[in-house]
């Protein structure tokens, strides 16, 4: 069993940066975050491969958000840049047991709790 606990949302203007942490309680493969806007369903973001070299990300943040991992510290981040918005959501962390990066929601076997991130206009 795995324990997921994000950090870092908070309130930002439109045009800011905020980093999201997924902090992992063991060792974890395939990583991801989604989002859940109020009233919408859970959306894929961002995915990262176990050693790293692998990632795949939503045509809706390609260029803004970065997602990256430090295995030593078991722990994800997301770098998320010119935010807008309609990126307002809970966004949440998942792990899966595959050592390759992993868009499906239905492929993960643990989720954190999630963290608002709330963006001003």
């Known amino acids: 069993q795995v324990q997921l606990v994000e950090s870092g949302g908070e309130l930002v203007q439109a045009g800011g940066s905020l980093r999201l942490s997924c902090a992992a309680s063991g060792r974890t493969y395939a990583m991801g975050w989604f989002r859940q806007a109020p009233g919408k369903e859970r959306e894929f973001v961002a995915t990262i491969s176990w050693s790293g070299g692998s990632t795949d990300y939503a045509d809706s943040v390609k260029g803004r958000f970065t997602i990256s991992r430090d295995n030593a510290k078991n722990t994800v981040y997301l770098q998320m840049n010119s935010l807008k918005p309609e990126d307002t959501a809970v966004y949440y962390c998942?792990?899966?047991?595959?050592?390759?990066?992993?868009?499906?929601?239905?492929?993960?076997?643990?989720w954190g709790q999630g963290t608002q991130v709330t963006v001003s206009s």
């Open positions: 998942a792990a899966g047991r595959s050592v390759v990066a992993i868009t499906q929601a239905s492929r993960y076997d643990y």
